[in-house]
T-cell receptor, first 113, second 109 residues
Framework: EPEVTQTPSHQVTQMGQEVILRCVPISNHLYFYWYRQILGQKVEFLVS????????KSEIFDDQFSVERPDGSNFTLKIRSTKLEDSAMYFCASSGRVVETQYFGPGTRLLVL | RKEVEQDPGPFNVPEGATVAFNCTYSNSASQSFFWYRQDCRKEPKLLMS???SGNEDGRFTAQLNRASQYISLLIRDSKLSDSATYLC??????????FGTGTRLQVFP
């Protein structure tokens, strides 16, 4: 069964450092998403991406965040200058069409010290 | 009012019990509805989509009441492996999914 994969599974970084989280969506999917979940809280939408551009973003997704699809398979989330409050689990998801089931990757646990 | 609201639980039930979870949503224009399951520190996994006509998948039954903006999930004959957090999820016909905080279920022997 096709699945979304994410690397790394865990990342520890110092405040102010840049991090790049990587995702490989399901191969025939066209819509890609990033969500985050702070420990003990609900899953929150960050951004959606379609046709090589951002289609929607939340207020959490400020100028410190960017997304990119550098090649035909990878989808990345970059945080330019990490803050303590960026510590969370980051989930990538993909879907074949908008308003269709989104399938989630296993997540990257980011810890900012 | 929260966009998606759920009772956080926990619901502690014995094996074999029937348990029901409820959820309300605030955006009446919402188009798609789902129940996801999340195990501790894992990703959300789709349990089932929810349709106005109601739908059943084995021991799981989901119902949607658009007039009341209410979604439910019924689990019959609970198994130990059903222990997880159940997430009510709404798509308001945009790209994003809106998650509830989840209802924790613990099934004991």
């Amino acid at each position: 069964e096709p699945e979304v994969t994410q690397t790394p599974s865990h990342q520890v970084t110092q405040m102010g450092q840049e991090v790049i989280l990587r995702c490989v969506p399901i191969s025939n999917h066209l819509y890609f998403y990033w969500y985050r979940q702070i420990l003990g809280q609900k899953v929150e939408f960050l951004v959606s991406f379609y046709n090589n551009e951002i289609s929607e973003k939340s207020e959490i997704f400020d100028d410190q965040f960017s997304v990119e699809r550098p090649d035909g398979s990878n989808f990345t989330l970059k945080i330019r200058s990490t803050k303590l409050e960026d510590s969370a689990m980051y989930f990538c998801a993909s879907s074949g069409r908008v308003v269709e089931t989104q399938y989630f990757g296993p997540g990257t646990r980011l810890l900012v010290l | 009012r929260k966009e998606v609201e759920q009772d956080p639980g926990p619901f502690n039930v014995p094996e074999g019990a029937t348990v029901a979870f409820n959820c309300t949503y605030s955006n009446s224009a919402s188009q798609s509805f789902f129940w996801y399951r999340q195990d501790c520190r894992k990703e959300p996994k789709l349990l089932m989509s929810v349709y106005s006509s109601g739908n059943e998948d084995g021991r799981f039954t989901a119902q949607l009441n658009r007039a009341s903006q209410y979604i439910s999930l019924l689990i019959r004959d609970s198994k130990l492996s059903d222990s997880a957090t159940y997430l009510c999820v709404v798509n308001p016909y945009t790209d994003k999914l809106i998650f509830g905080t989840g209802t924790r279920l613990q099934v004991f022997p």
